[in-house]
Nanobody, 124 residues
Framework: QVQLVESGGGLVQAGGSLRLSCACS????????MGWFRRAPGKERELVAA????????YYVDSVKGRFTISRDNDKNTVYLQMNSLKPEETDVYYC?????????????????WGKGTQVTVST
């Protein structure tokens, strides 16, 4: 079973930056499309960014384009999310998971479980 451990969250002022990491174990990371999701309390989890295993092509939801960058290191079984120019409304718990192609904001995680996520808090 794939296990996911997210890290890198924290408290940052609006306009600041954070780099999230997600370590993946228990599977063949290099052949998974991977994504970052977020879910504010009372809302459905949404895909924020994804990266294909085939060519590394990224996908971003419109609201983060130009500010977030997803990347992966297959040697380290890790996917990253660089978040710049953060906004208070992006305060949330961020999770990683596998994701199916084609990527879309409503995409679901493909692994049977989720990690604990990492809390991102953006203050005004």
């Amino acid at each position: 079973q794939v296990q996911l451990v997210e890290s890198g969250g924290g408290l940052v002022q609006a306009g600041g930056s954070l780099r999230l990491s997600c370590a993946c174990s228990g599977g063949t990371f290099s052949v998974y499309h991977m994504g970052w999701f977020r879910r504010a309390p009372g809302k459905e989890r949404e895909l924020v960014a994804a990266i294909a295993w085939t060519d590394g092509k990224p996908y971003y939801v419109d609201s983060v384009k130009g500010r977030f960058t997803i990347s992966r290191d297959n040697d380290k079984n890790t996917v990253y999310l660089q978040m710049n120019s953060l906004k208070p409304e992006e305060t949330d718990v961020y999770y990683c998971n596998g994701v199916l192609w084609p990527f879309a904001e409503t995409a679901k995680g493909t692994f049977g479980s989720w990690g604990k996520g990492t809390q991102v808090t953006v203050s005004t």
